[in-house]
């Protein structure tokens, strides 16, 4: 498929090629216009330092840290050897599988 022509829906943005970065911009600028105005704002205004957003953090990390001092570790270790040979068993099929389709 010709790469210059994937462009020309409001669907899907200009393909770069790293040769046409100035067309592509343009391009991609009215793309963004197209989609949304939210998504052009976002993506082109300077993002202001959200100190808000920092005290949320420390909040939802003691939060956390609270909730593990509250549910004790799980110590089964018959348990987890049997979901680990689970998973392990699993990652196989999945690895084959894998090489059949490469093969």
Known sequence: MDHDRIGTSCNIPQFFDGS??????EKF??????????VVNHLTLRWKALSKLDEKIGYLKAHIEEQNEKVPPYDDKEEIDDVITALEAQVQKLLKSQENLMN
Do not use: G, K, T
């Open 20 to 25: 046409n970065y100035v067309v592509w911009s």
């Open 29 to 38: 600028q009215i793309f963004l216009d197209a989609q949304d105005l939210i």
